[in-house]
């Protein structure tokens, strides 16, 4: 099983959101039994929008950690909010967003959200091989 953890401190940065694609990247490409390259582009849009969640929604920072089981590419993203994402209509107009988790939840094929005892949560997602 191989695993990353990758700190994505920077406070609501675009940077810190390509970095989190970056180091999703490099750390598929390292893997001794590679993923199709749709599925990698998967497991980089669920890091995407996850990352972008927590910095948006949820104090600006966050870590991120990604292991690779046999069967499937676990991401896990914690950080300081102890809210949970919620599924909200979508904002067509006004820019407010709202599609993030409900294409999380349907690429994925399990989603979970966990309150950390240390104070925040950590949010999970399953994305198959």
Do not use: Y
């Not at 039994?33 to 849009?45: I, K, M, Q, S, Y």
């Not at 927590?54 to 046999?70: I, K, Q, V």
């Not at 993203?77 to 904002?91: F, K, L």
């Not at 709202?98 to 999380?104: E, R, Y």
């Amino acid at each position: 099983m191989d695993t990353v953890s990758v700190d994505v401190t920077t406070v609501r940065s675009a940077a810190s959101i390509a970095s989190a694609r970056e180091s999703t990247r490099d750390f598929l490409d390292r893997l001794v039994r590679p993923l199709a390259a749709e599925t990698a582009d998967t497991v980089v849009l669920v890091v995407s929008e996850l990352v972008t969640n927590a910095l948006r929604h949820a104090g600006g920072t966050c870590t991120l950690d990604l292991t690779a089981h046999p069967d499937s590419i676990e991401v896990a993203v914690h950080d300081p909010s102890p809210q949970a994402p919620r599924m909200r209509t979508p904002d067509l107009n006004g820019g407010t967003g709202g599609f993030g988790w409900p294409m999380v939840n349907r690429l994925a094929s399990a989603t979970a959200v966990a309150r950390r005892p240390s104070g925040g949560k950590t949010v999970r997602a399953v994305v198959p091989r």
